[in-house]
């Protein structure tokens, strides 16, 4: 390397510094310090008050927005960088969650009884909503149990419109607004009838929620849940469902996120701040001790790409047959419906700086970014059965098949590993299993092609991206032994 | 009552047809010279008749002797029946009874037996009387200038107006305007020079005129200088240097008898030692380029070549060290004829070694409606080519494998995108400049362009 036309490599060292300072090994954080909070520009659209649904894939970021928006602290950092006033203004609290907390939801087992007794998921949810809605003291805050709230809430309809309808006013009045936020909410039941049944539930409140000014709900949801066809077959379910605000990193999103990183680092930022300036102009604002990253760093393709290639060089091996690292690296961590974490691409910059020789010219070697990624697909496959335990047990059995492959040999290979027996003898599972297990195999790989971990060819064969390939170790065909 | 069992047997008997012939030959040498693979070479001769041919100058202790040669020979005779010699005593050669054993042995064409039906440790060689340069070395396996095949398996897919886009727009790229050589390789149906010239800009002579005086040596630098002209599409700082397969047609400019006479393989008696050299076609295709690179130095020479299996095409793809484009349209046609090209490769994967990373297939004429579908199926049918014939088996964690994702943007296989329309038809941009709109063009041609801008500068355009 280091040839006349090659990038002007940042200072390897320091470079490498910066992204071992701001991006912590392994799997990462879910609640960012405020200074590496970054917002990619189409997403600030989860922050608009009246856009009651959230979608995105395990990962995107979710939980990070759930409990962002519940942090004073960072949703001021959110509101003063999209200049969205309206947010320093709002009382946010949780309507359901990750972490047990009853003072706030009633917890999956309380939720399951409900049901089971014929509860409709809708009086559960205005329950919730009535509840953070109303002032201490007042019904049914004041009732002690969730049963009470709910049969309070489904004996008193019209106390129920006024108590929202009060409360509208009032906010309004005081110049104020209220958000109540739903996470998690594959975990409100254990089995995936009563998910759905609650999921619609909570839709249906949210579309009826729009028609207060000040008093608002926003659900963050899996996109998986809502393909289940009971799930919006309510009236005017696609009010809800086109308004949806789609938390999907594009290639830029995730070199922004990296660069507000490194950028934020604590002792190397700002020389890889100085760096960028120099290649691609724009300036970092501060604020409370935070760098943002100027505007032509977060949306134009052709700076990023020339900060990134003197991180890492211009070409993915000796010449630019093999791509490029800038589009190369989200490539390769994309599932099959192009998706990628941003967990794991930041994983893969994190094991690609360590991986790199001190003395290499440039922070990343090109080999090292090949091992990031790796290792990254070990991280997202770790991301993924935390919301999805079912996978490891189907992926197992097809540890050395070679993709692109027959949907007979999946088929096989899972009966031969008696993989539907494994989940049908759960008595009571612990989490939920695969969505459309009824249909046995050919459900088991619905579930797989949704979640994009496999996709379908035009002439029905099977593909897996490298992303799940890797960490599955399945192999890829090809029809000549390897000639070097 | 002999003569009639006889009679039934002859008709009875399957005949045993070309690609039957070739695997019994490899099967029968597999078992019956297991101890001397290694010194036996299978020749193909241009009819398909299979020899055996025995390399005694290291020694015989391993080989079958002349007696058990016969013998074999009378197997061999039965195995193959029409593609063997028809005289059993014609079925062995030695080495010590040819009259120049090293040509044969040392031969750029003998290949191991290594495809599917392949024996390993055995040679085999093949005579052919065309096509055999799709599995010859590279004459220059790496040019100095970057140069660009544009190859389609079948004809009719814009590959010339893709070519004159190229030029076009790399000519007047922004803050660095290239000079762009074109050499219309296809001399059985010239086009991207007509293209690119108006017909009283196009020079007297042209590719054809060149390979005819090569082999009667007087190829000069005068005859090189009247060969190519400046498009006037070029403007400012950028070139676009053409050079037709033709001359301007003229009054007492021929054509044909030239064409029938431009493949020679030709003898050169240069330089001080005076052993005769022979230049082959492709040898001295790759000298006119390198003669028309000196004197014009382009940033990057685009080569049109020939449509389908031809031997100019097999030259420009697989021997000049040129990065190629692969016109296709998503028809089983298309990929039934590459497959009769990528085949061979896989049969003879090490000869692929020095071009498989070269490859790039373009998505010729993209429709305008079901746009996504089509690109998906036609990417999918590109795929299932380059991994049943090029690809190699990797397993989960071999990165150095040559083996790509669906999905990878920089394997071969994933297309550049030429969107087809109308318009483009009546594409003259000499005579009819204002015809198309730079957006017309941006859109049509926009990917492809960017996309090889990246292929051969090593970076996107600015």
Redesign the interface.
């Known amino acids: 390397v280091n040839r006349a036309g090659d990038p002007k490599p940042f200072p390897p060292g320091p470079t490498r510094d910066a992204i071992r300072e701001s991006i912590p090994p392994g799997p990462g954080d879910d609640a960012p310090e405020p200074r590496y909070l970054y917002v990619p520009t189409r997403h600030a659209q989860a922050l608009a008050l009246d856009r009651p649904l959230v979608l995105g894939i395990r990962g995107a970021g979710k939980s990070v927005w759930w409990s962002t928006l519940q942090d004073d602290s960072l949703r001021r950092v959110a509101a003063t960088w999209f200049g969205n006033d309206a947010l320093a203004q709002v009382n946010v609290s949780a309507g359901f969650g990750r972490n047990p907390a009853s003072a706030k939801y009633p917890d999956a087992d309380t939720l399951a009884k409900f049901v089971a007794e014929g509860v409709p998921p809708v009086q559960i949810w205005r329950a919730v909503i009535a509840h953070h809605a109303c002032e201490e003291g007042q019904a049914p805050r004041n009732l002690g149990t969730w049963r009470e709230r709910v049969q309070w809430v489904v004996a008193n309809p019209e106390d129920v419109a006024r108590l929202l309808e009060q409360r509208d006013v009032a906010l309004r009045e005081r110049g104020r607004r209220q958000l109540i936020l739903f996470d998690t909410l594959e975990r409100t039941a254990r089995n995936w009838a009563d998910v759905l049944k609650l999921l619609r539930g909570l839709l249906e409140v949210l579309l009826d929620l729009r028609g207060y000014r000040a008093l608002h709900a926003k659900a963050f949801v899996r996109p998986d849940m809502l393909s289940d066809r009971s799930v919006m077959a309510f009236p005017e379910a696609s009010k809800i469902k086109n308004g949806a605000v789609d938390l999907s990193w594009g290639r830029e999103d995730l070199y922004g996120l990296l660069f507000q990183r490194l950028g934020n680092a604590s002792h190397h930022g700002a020389a890889f701040r100085r760096e960028c300036q120099q290649r691609a102009g724009g300036s970092w604002s501060e604020a409370d001790g935070t760098y943002a990253l100027p505007r032509d760093l977060r949306d134009d393709a052709?700076r990023q790409?020339s900060v990134f290639h003197a991180m890492a060089w211009?070409?993915?091996g000796p010449?630019?047959?093999?791509?490029?690292p800038y589009?190369?690296l989200p490539?390769?961590l994309?599932d099959a419906g192009?998706e990628v974490s941003p967990r794991s691409f930041l994983a893969a910059v994190r094991v690609a700086a360590e991986e790199t020789k001190s003395d290499y010219p440039y922070a990343l070697y090109y080999?090292a970014i090949?091992k990031g990624v790796?290792e990254a697909s070990q991280i997202r496959v770790a991301e993924v059965a935390e919301d999805f335990e079912w996978i490891r047990i189907v992926m197992r059995p097809l540890e050395?098949l070679?993709v692109?492959c027959e949907f007979r040999d999946v088929r096989k290979a899972w009966q031969v590993a008696g993989v539907l027996d494994e989940f049908r003898s759960q008595v009571s599972p612990e989490r939920l299993p695969p969505r459309q297990l009824d249909r046995n195999e050919e459900g088991l790989l619905d579930d797989l092609i949704e979640l994009g971990l496999f996709?379908r060819?035009?002439?029905q064969r099977l593909?897996m991206?490298?992303v799940y390939?890797?960490a599955?170790?399945?192999?890829?065909?090809?029809?000549?032994?390897?000639?070097? | 009552m002999g003569a009639v069992e006889r009679h039934a047997v002859v008709t009875t008997v399957k005949p045993v047809r070309f690609d039957e012939a070739w695997r019994r030959a490899q099967a029968w040498a597999h078992q019956r010279l297991a101890g001397c693979l290694g010194q036996t070479v299978l020749v193909r001769d241009v009819f398909g008749r299979v020899r055996v041919v025995l390399d005694d100058r290291g020694g015989t202790s391993d080989l079958p002797t002349e007696e058990q040669c016969l013998e074999l020979a009378q197997e061999f005779v039965a195995e193959l029946q029409h593609y063997a010699p028809k005289e059993a005593r014609d079925v062995f050669l030695r080495a010590s009874q040819m009259f120049a054993p090293q040509d044969l042995f040392a031969s750029a064409d003998i290949l191991p037996a290594t495809g599917a039906a392949g024996v390993a440790g055995l040679r085999t060689l093949e005579r052919l009387l065309v096509g055999a340069d799709w599995l010859r070395p590279p004459v220059q396996s790496e040019s100095r200038v970057p140069r660009l095949t544009l190859h389609g398996i079948k004809g009719g897919v814009g590959r010339s107006t893709a070519a004159a886009v190229l030029a076009w727009r790399l000519a007047a790229e922004r803050g660095r305007p290239r000079r762009v050589l074109v050499v219309d390789l296809d001399l059985e149906s010239p086009g991207v020079g007509t293209t690119l010239l108006r017909h009283e800009a196009q020079p007297d002579f042209g590719v054809v005129d060149w390979l005819v005086e090569d082999a009667v040596g007087q190829a000069g630098r005068d005859l090189v200088d009247s060969m190519w002209a400046h498009s006037e599409l070029a403007q400012g700082a950028g070139a676009i240097i053409v050079v037709p397969a033709v001359g301007r047609a003229r009054e007492g400019y021929a054509f044909m008898p030239k064409l029938g006479r431009a493949y020679n393989d030709v003898v050169r008696r240069d330089g001080l030692a005076q052993v005769p050299t022979v230049a082959t076609f492709p040898e001295r295709v790759a000298t006119l380029l390198q003669h028309l690179e000196e004197l014009h130095e382009p940033d990057l020479v685009i080569l049109d070549s020939r449509a389908g299996l031809h031997d100019i095409a097999a030259m420009a793809i697989t021997r000049l060290g040129a990065t190629s484009l692969l016109f296709a349209v998503d028809t089983p046609q298309t990929w039934d004829a590459y497959r009769l090209l990528f085949e061979s490769w896989r049969e003879h994967p090490e000869r692929a070694l020095a071009f498989r990373e070269r490859l790039k297939v373009v998505a010729a004429l993209t429709p305008e409606t079901h746009t996504s579908t089509y690109l998906d199926a036609l990417r999918d049918h590109a795929y299932d080519l380059f991994q049943a014939t090029l690809y190699e088996d990797a397993a989960a964690n071999d990165t150095a494998a040559f083996n790509f994702d669906l999905a990878d943007d920089a394997a071969p296989h994933t297309p550049l995108r030429i969107h087809w329309a109308r318009t483009f038809q009546q594409f003259d941009p000499v005579r009819t400049p204002d015809a198309l709109t730079q957006e017309q063009l941006s859109s049509g041609f926009g990917d492809f362009v960017s996309g090889v801008h990246e292929l051969v500068f090593g970076e996107g355009l600015p």
């Open positions: 052709v790409t211009k070409w993915m010449d630019q047959r093999r791509g490029f589009s190369w490539g390769h994309a192009g080999e090949k790796q050395r070679v692109p996709s060819m035009h002439d593909n991206p490298d390939r890797v599955f170790g399945l192999g890829r065909k090809g029809g000549v032994k390897p000639v070097r």
